[in-house]
Nanobody, 121 residues
Framework: VQLQASGGGLVQAGGSLRLSCAASGRALIGYNMAWLRQAPGKEREFVAAISWSGGRTYYPDSLKGRFSTSRDNAKNTVYLQMNSLKPEDTAVYYC???????????????WGQGTLVTVSS
């Protein structure tokens, strides 16, 4: 599976962005998906997860209510809607796929290349 994340950019604090993660090479329907981010000089951070069917989602408490993930298996695409963005949300955002496990994981089967989100104050 090849994953391509897109939709990043520069946004003012309080604004919104929607990231997309498009898959090719294999159908995404068999994969639980996750979003992670990494800010400069910081460790990678788990952002959101969605089960293969879309029936379950998971967010860390710190992001609940602002971030939401969804998927369209017919389009082989997963989305991350980010609202009320803050400067501390600035990071490279990655999508990742795990065929067997759902939620935060140490390892994933496939990774996208990342898309940069910059939130200005």
């Amino acid at each position: 599976v090849q994953l391509q994340a897109s939709g990043g950019g520069l946004v003012q604090a309080g604004g919104s962005l929607r990231l997309s993660c498009a898959a090719s090479g294999r159908a995404l329907i068999g994969y639980n998906m996750a979003w992670l981010r990494q800010a400069p000089g910081k460790e990678r951070e788990f952002v959101a997860a969605i089960s293969w069917s879309g029936g379950r989602t998971y967010y860390p408490d710190s992001l609940k209510g602002r971030f939401s993930t969804s998927r369209d298996n017919a389009k082989n695409t997963v989305y991350l809607q980010m609202n009320s963005l803050k400067p501390e949300d600035t990071a490279v955002y990655y999508c990742a796929a795990n065929q067997r496990r759902f939620g935060p994981q140490e390892e994933y089967d496939y990774w996208g290349q990342g898309t940069l989100v910059t939130v200005s104050s």
